[in-house]
Every structure is written in structure tokens, then in C-alpha cells.
């Protein structure tokens, strides 16, 4: 028997005084980013993924410990306590495994198990059951009871049937061998509902399906699970792949040989043997074929809340544009071009509306407009949003610039994911009252490429759309785990505590939305903050929240160089004794790289200091507040190709990867449709996870082997050296049983072959341009 520390300590391969030390400061307040930064010490360099994964299993742990509690505690006053059952609910590590031992003692209705008990027939059940050989039917004669209308043999025998089926299936080791073998063997099915096969048509490839329940993707598994809770497919467990259809299961096997039950030609053979079967039949398949689903399904989206999570990291991690001028635009064809001008503090300078396109067709006017607002506002950057139309504005941004003399901005097509959201939003409403909502989407639009963090904070994670079969997994779960995410990035670039937006502020260690809204008042009516320690007068923000929040907000041009950086105030006097032992004034200190290599950390340590944060503080004065983000750089999209209809095969492409799945990668060419790189087509070796490739926001160069304007579906290739097959006709490969013959005995069954995980044609592939990006 373990405690939860100790579980923990185990999980990530650490010590149970680094997962000890991490618990008191979650217990104590204390965020997760906060103390991966700034209480190294104390958790021994516990990283953030190693506390994100403390934070939950601590959750878990703590509410499994609680369940332990109230089930010993009714078991107790059943008087059906022994200490072997006690040691074993204790030592159990899962839900799972506690309710198996749970289940006869649960409060259930009254069953016709208990009736039977009632009416005196236990004794026969047991007679039945240790002593194969009476004969059933006689035995059963001596138990007829009128009055609790078991009135023959027959429903005498079916009641001490029903005794030892309920007996037999709440047998906790049982449960959980039957379990294993499941998982180990059975496979998942899925068929169309007759009659629903036209409605169902997205869900074509889950038509006659199957494959190992424990080898089903993430992507696949959801997808199957939607169409059953559209009522379009119907899914089973195949627990025998092979059998013939009435053959006996090799579970009930496992329940023989379980209970050691060796009948062949005893008198109680033949009804022993009915108990079983509908023990396994009645009592136990249902049941274990729901639970195995459902884990299955929380497999799933725990792997799809994954995916979301990585992409959503990179794409909030994405090289910022940087502090300059720029010029947001909002394509439209009939509604036209909103633009929106902001300074490199994100202010709003302008806003107007061009109409370069169908049916107004005002392009030089627009030309004109373009270049009379870049020259007027000294516009750096223009970011161009990929909606409809963007290719379009693209191309006119182009001319625009072509005829300026002089310095030239820069052009960017930038995702405009949850920009609506965004501009339809409360915090927009009130940021921008008399700005109509179509002009906040380019104001948005501008500013993500000035600092993608800053403005996608904003929006609501799961609205930036990165996620797999987002809409189909648990939205709790999926939005505290986003919301981590953004947090850990938030904390990781730091903020500039004078021109953060309220949305940003909130996402620091240790604010809340109210203390964000605080700040920002104390600045308007206060103007900027010159020093940390001034954020204590902010209202509602107390000892510990400065504390938590103090090290990662910025103050740049203030007063204490210090400030700058994320060097916290807890640890200035490190600094100050740093400054005495070089002898030279902190402005010569913060960047002298020589100086500061040459430097003993250890020298510097005391009781409340130590190595790995005089580390962190000498690191961080030779770049202070440096941004962990990459350098900017832009896609460069294929001049004349605009739309799918453009594309041609082996035609080869510069692009951005726009979203990461399990099953490859979508990437945007600029046609308004992205296209999928497949897994198998991402590098010439095997990859069992895209993302050791690319990631969101990546550069890359692909090859078209595939168009479908119809479905909108474009297969690429990274593998430059591959060839479009011209016949357009790829194969799926087929997840198919095994043909095998029945018989009784699992062991001796052949295993199911399994299917290759990089089948470029297999069923991930083609339903990914359908599903994946919901």
C-alpha cells in the first residue's frame, strides 16, 4: 500500500519529497507556473509538465481516497467488513477497480436473486454448487414454496439460477480478469443503421468496420461514437473475433476455470453450465462491453483534448510580429475589406471599409486607399485575414505596396480563427462601443500578428478551432486543460504590466479577472506603473497574489531596471549582492555576458536562495525579459493559385501548418481549403506521432498528389519525392477479422492480426478532410 505521494512520485520517476513539497504549495495557493519558475528549490526543478500532471492525479487521488471512505464506511454498518476486504479497498489505485470491489455490497432494487433468498432457495443454490452430483431436478423438489409462488422444479431451479448469477458476476477478481482479456482480444464493430445509409454518408467508411478495441485511434474512436449518438451506426463488442456466431464464448470459460468449475458429465453439469452462460450473457457482457467503451472513449478524448492542447501551445507560442505599426484587414468579396490601423502598442488609430471586389469592383480606388493610410500612419506590417477573399486583398495589398517608394511593409496572410468570436464579444463591446463588429475582426486581425499571446487570449480557447473532434469530448475537461495551457504561456513570455489588456492580465499567476480589471483602472486613472511594488496599492491584490504575479509582469522604461525582467522582487537582493561583489552599477551588470559567465552562482546562495535560483538570476541578467518565442518569418504563397481549382497535381507549395492531429497534419497553400499531409506522407520514416515533424505555425514546402474540388478534400505530401497517383484512386485498407474456428478454448486462438499504424490509405485518412477540424 502506497500514499498518494507516493503514487505520484512513482508516475514521473521522482521523489516523494519533490511531490510532497509540490502538494503543500498547491495546498497553499500557489500556481503552477509560479512554482515552476520561482520555487525550484523547494520542488528540486519540478518543470510545469511535471506539476500539470501533479495537479491532476492530485485531484484524482484525493477523490478516489474519498470514495475509499464512504465505501468502507457503508460496509462497515452492513457488518460485512473483514480486514481482508478493508486491506484490499484500501490498497486499490483506481475508480475502477474499487467499485468491482464495491458491487455486492452497493444498494441495489430487489432482485430476483434476493427473492429467491427470500423464498429459501440458497441452500439449494449452494447444494448445486459445491456438489456436482446431484441431480438438479431432484434436489430442487424438496425447495418448492407455493406461498412464494416457486411452484415446480423449473422455477425452483430458475431462482437458484438467478442466486448464483449474481453471486457469480459481482466477483470483484473475476471482473477485473475478464477485463483484461476484453482489452487484451475483443474487437469494436461498427455497422450502418439499416435504412440510414444515405444520412449516414460521412460516416461511409464506419459502414462495415472493425478493429482492435485497443488499437483504435483517438480520431476514429470519436468519430465511430458520433455517428452511434446520431443514431446513424451501431457499435458492439466482438469478444470472440473468429467464432462462429452461437459458439460458445471463451469468457465463459474464464468463469469456469475462475471458480474451478471442471464439469463434463456430472448430473449439475449441464445447469452449472446455464449459470454460467448467463452469467456472462445476462450479467456480465452488457456491462464490461459499456465500461470498456467508455474507457475507450475517455482514451480518446483525453488523446484529442492532447492534440488540441499541443497545437494551442504553438499557436500561442507563434513568433510575434513584434512592436510596429500595422494594418489589419478583413477580407470580404460583397460586404468589401474592413481595415483597421493600430500603433505598436496596439492602439486603434483608423478604421474605414474598401470595396476592391465583386460587384462594387472599386480596385484602384482601393489601391489608392491602401497607400495613402500606409504613408499617413508610417505603416510597418499588414496582415491580411485568411478568409474569403484573402488571396484576393492579398494580391491587391500587393499592387498597394509595389507602387510605394520608400521604406515598404511588410504583408502576412494570419489565421483569423475566433476573430468573430472575438468581436461579438463583451469584452470588444467594451473596448470598442461605437465600433461596428465587422471592424473589430480587423482590429483583431492586426493585432495577433503584432503578438499572437496578447490577442488570442481574448477569445475563448476552444473557439480558436486546433482541436480534433473538439465538440465530441468533455468540455470541462477540455477547458481546464486549455486554460492551463494558456496560462503556462501567458506566464512563459511575461506581460508588460502598462499596455496589457485585461483578458492577458487575468492569465497571470496569481490574478483574478477582478484584480486584472483593477490594475487596469489603477493605470487609467493613475497613469503607468513606474515599479512593481506599486501594484500593491492596486485594490484586492494582496501579499499573495503579488507574490504569485510579481515575477512575470514587466515594466519597461521604469524606474528599477529590474523590473524588466523576470528576475522576482523576492530575490533583488541577490542582485544587490552581485552588484557589490563585480563593483559595477546595475545598467553595467544586466548584459555584460563576460562578466556575468565568469560569475560563481554557488558564491551567491544563502538560506532562502539557492543554486538553481542564483542560476535563473544570473541567466536571466544576461537577457533579461527575453521572449522564448522563435523569430518571425512568413509563408510565401504561390503567386496565381487562389482557389482549389488552381491546384494541380504534383504541383509543389509553400505553406503553414495550420492544425496537428493524430493522423497528420493540415496545412494551409492559401486556397481557402486547407490541405492534409497525411502521416505517412510527413517524412520517409515511420512517425507514430506528427508532431515529432511539425507543429502549428510551422513553414513548409509540400507537393499536391491529390484534388477534389466537390468535397473540398487536397491530399499533400512532404515527401517532395513522391508522386501523385493519376489514376486518383487510393485503396483503403480494410480492418478486418480474423477467420478462425470456434472452439472453447481461448488460449489456443491465433491473435487478430493488427493493422500498420502508417497506412497512408487507411481509414484515418479517409475520413480526416471530413471530421478532423470541427
Known sequence: MINISQQIAAE???????????????DDGSTVPFIARYRKEATQGLDDNHLRHLEQRLSYLRELDERKQLVLKNIKEQGKLSDSLKQQIISVDNKTELEDLYLPYRPKRRTKGQIAIEAGLEPLANKLYQNWSLEPE???????????????????????????????????????????????????T???????????????????????LAKVPSHRGLAMLRGRNEGLLQLNLDVDPGFEKNAESSCEQIIRDHFSLRLSSQPAAQWLNKVVRLTWRVKLALSLENELLTAMRERAETAAIKVFADNLNDLLMAAPGGAKVTMGIDPGIRTGCKIAIVDATSKLLYTTTIYPHEPQKHWEKSLRTISTLVQQYKVELIAIGNGTGSRETDKLAGEAIAKLAGNKPNKIIVSEAGASI???????????????????????????????????????????????????????????????????CVNAVGVDLNIASVPLLNRVSGLSKTMA??????????????????????????????????????????????????????????????????????????????????????????????????????????KPGRDPRPEFKTASFKEGVNTI??????????????????????????????????????????????????????????????????????????????????????????????????????????????????????????????????
Request: net charge neutral; aromatic share 6%.
Open 12 to 26: 514521473l520517476n521522482v521523489k516523494e519529497t519533490q511531490i510532497n513539497a509540490a502538494i503543500s504549495l498547491l
Open 138 to 188: 431432484q434436489a430442487a423438489s424438496e425447495y418448492i414454496n407455493t406461498d412464494a409462488k416457486f411452484n415446480d422444479t423449473k422455477s425452483v431451479l430458475e431462482g437458484a439460477c438467478y442466486i448464483l448469477m449474481e453471486r457469480l458476476s459481482e466477483n470483484a477478481a473475476l471482473i477485473q480478469k475478464l477485463r483484461k482479456h476484453l482489452i487484451k482480444q475483443a474487437y469494436l
Open 190 to 212: 461498427s455497422n450502418v443503421v439499416k435504412g440510414k445509409e444515405k444520412t449516414a454518408q460521412k460516416f461511409k467508411d464506419y459502414f462495415e468496420h472493425s478493429e482492435m
Open 422 to 488: 472575438y468581436s461579438a464579444s463583451e469584452f470588444a463591446a467594451n473596448e470598442f462601443p461605437d465600433l461596428d463588429v465587422s471592424l473589430r475582426g480587423a482590429v483583431s486581425i492586426g493585432r495577433r500578428l503584432q503578438d499572437p499571446l496578447a490577442e488570442l487570449v481574448k477569445i475563448e480557447a476552444k473557439a480558436i478551432g486546433v482541436g480534433q473532434y473538439q465538440h465530441d469530448v468533455s468540455q470541462s475537461q477540455l477547458s481546464k486543460t486549455l486554460d492551463g495551457v494558456v496560462e503556462d
Open 517 to 622: 480589471q483593477n490594475i487596469v483602472q489603477y493605470r487609467e486613472q493613475n497613469g503607468r506603473f513606474e515599479k512593481r511594488s506599486e501594484l500593491k496599492k492596486v485594490a484586492r491584490l494582496g501579499p499573495k497574489a503579488f507574490e504569485q504575479a510579481a515575477g512575470f509582469l514587466r515594466i519597461n522604461n521604469g524606474k528599477n531596471l529590474l523590473d524588466s525582467s523576470g528576475v522576482h522582487p523576492e530575490s533583488y537582493s541577490v542582485v544587490e549582492s552581485i552588484i557589490a561583489k563585480s563593483a559595477v552599477g546595475i545598467n553595467d551588470l544586466i548584459g555584460d555576458s563576460n562578466l556575468l559567465s565568469n560569475l560563481s552562482a554557488q558564491e551567491f546562495t544563502n538560506d532562502q536562495f539557492g543554486l538553481p535560483t542564483v542560476k535563473d538570476i544570473i541567466s536571466e541578467l544576461d
Open 645 to 774: 481549382n488552381d491546384l494541380e497535381l504534383n504541383m509543389t507549395l509553400e505553406g503553414v501548418i495550420s492544425n496537428v492531429t493524430n493522423f497528420g497534419a493540415f496545412v494551409d497553400i492559401g486556397v481557402h481549403q486547407d490541405g492534409l499531409v497525411h502521416i505517412s506522407s510527413l517524412t520517409n520514416k515511420f512517425v507514430s506521432d506528427p508532431r515529432e515533424i511539425v507543429k502549428a505555425g510551422d513553414i513548409v514546402k509540400v507537393k499536391v498528389l491529390e484534388v477534389d474540388p466537390s468535397r473540398k478534400r487536397i491530399s499533400l505530401t512532404m515527401r517532395l519525392e513522391e508522386v501523385a497517383n493519376t489514376n486518383n484512386q487510393p485503396k483503403a485498407k480494410q480492418h478486418n477479422k480474423p477467420k478462425q474456428q470456434a472452439g472453447k478454448n481461448h488460449a489456443a486462438k491465433k491473435k487478430p492480426q493488427q493493422q500498420p499504424q502508417n497506412s497512408m490509405m487507411g481509414n484515418a485518412f479517409a475520413d480526416a478532410f471530413a471530421k478532423a477540424k470541427k
